[in-house]
């Protein structure tokens, strides 16, 4: 993934590449090229080069089904010097072990809410990893087929979790020489930030801001996002740039409607939700639902949290809800009211607590991750209500094309569930405006903020018919000089020029080789080897003495493994 590639005469469109040529001959002062989530809404990735140092805003993974491939990180994991992190969701977060894993030991900046989600969200996703490649090499076992090696370990997660660097919103933070950043809470999230950059370089000044995930307003829990007046340079989202979540709906009616109706019938109300964030603001509502006795006939009804991650970052929540929560949440904490717990919240950590919710016959809202149904243990919760009529499936929050959750919210009749054909009879409900993105409304309002015109915007972070219907009202309305770039694009920001215009590449779906387990292996090898030579790269200019004595130990190990 983090090997360095050179360009050829196939990586550029035609018109494209002599100015490519042409411009890649002369040095850049702030080069930003943009790697993921470009034309699609998962696997957030840009690098930044400026004052002679390599950043990363976000390392995320894809989640669902890619369209377009993307391009890989144009430098050695080990060279990277740091990373800014918008928020702890994996399609932000995710590749950060798989970076350490490569080489990397720089810095990652992010809030504290941030760094504590990450400390849950990055273990688990290697425990995942791990789980996968076991049960794959199990059942390859027999068929000869290569041992398959999970993308990362345990090892790897914790090994990048020591890499954070904790920053508070709104404090201005030098990272490096002619370098500064600044938090501003986006609303998104317990800890979701726009990230503002100021870069001197050579007598050159510019701002680029990094929306990151642009916030719902008037959300439970979290704050409204924060709204930023200035900038040179914008890079902004677009996952809702095409919709609008329409007039704002009464959650607590909607939610009871859902609830008494399955629960007369005798059935499960089935929630898939993200373990961070969505699951929380759930039992928000619900203990609200249940304070209120709106839910009749049913009274003590039991509400599950079966997901260990879901159970370990309410915990977090809890911890940080005098810090970050909004005003609605704290009003509620200083009249000693738990705004995310109540009687009759139960909480499944083992495998054995989440066979038994299934063993019990009576209705019961089951939350359960993860959100879009590709994974976890909602599937066993699929697998035993889908089926029934009695039951409903709840969705609130966004299910990205390709996964088993927008199948169902796009009225699928039957699905495939651990090889097992599955008949929908189950009721399927999508609580409308339960959303933790801004809708095409906020986004303009967002990016309206600015009280001058940004020299461009870069548009990303959508499907492509979204990120190109919002570039066309950012042109067409505000008359913003609005882009959206495919992945591999390369912008001088301070000549104000592209160096590299892409055109899409479709993903090409193919088998993996033979030999897999041998290749992933080899490469970490190479990866080693490039942080090697990192490592050589910034001792230049030490003492004579001790540059000596580690030349003697690198040849030292090459005599040892030299065949």
Sequence with gaps: MYIERNLSDNDAPAGALRKYKILAGRRCLMRLMFLGATHEVTGSCIYLEACGKKILIDCGMEQGKDFFENEPVPVPAADIDMVLLTHAHIDHSGKLPLLYK???RGQIFSTCATERLCQIMLRDSANIQMFEAEWRNRKGKRAGREEVVPLYTIEDALGVLKCFVECEYEEETMIAEGIKIRFVDAGHLLGSSSIEVWITEQGTEKKIVFSGDI?????????DPQYIKDADYVVMESTYGDRSHGPRPDYIRDLTDVIQKTFDRGGNVVIPAFA??????MLYFIRQIKEEHLVTGHDNFEVYVDSPLAVEATKIFMERMHDDFDEEA????RQGINPIGFAG???AVTSDDSRAI?????????ISASGMCDAGRIKHHLKHNLWRPQSTILFVGYQSAGTLGRSLVEGAKQVKIFGEEIEVRAEIRVLAGVSGHADNEGLMRWISAFGKKPQKVFVVHGEDTSCKAFTERLREELKLDAYAPYSGTIYDMAAGEFIRETEPVPVQRKEKPAGGRQNTVFE??????QRLLAVIRRNEGG???????FADQINALCDKWER
């Design 358 to 366: 299934n063993f019990d016959e009576s209705p019961k809202v089951i």
């Design 543 to 549: 003492a004579n003495k001790d540059l000596a004595k």
């Design 345 to 347: 919240l139960k909480t």
């Design 102 to 104: 490569c080489g990397f």
């Design 330 to 333: 704290a009003a509620l904490i």
């Design 276 to 281: 961070v964030g969505r699951t929380q603001e």
């Design 215 to 223: 916030g719902n307003i008037n959300q439970p829990v979290v704050r």
């Design 524 to 529: 970490r090898v190479l990866a080693a080897g």
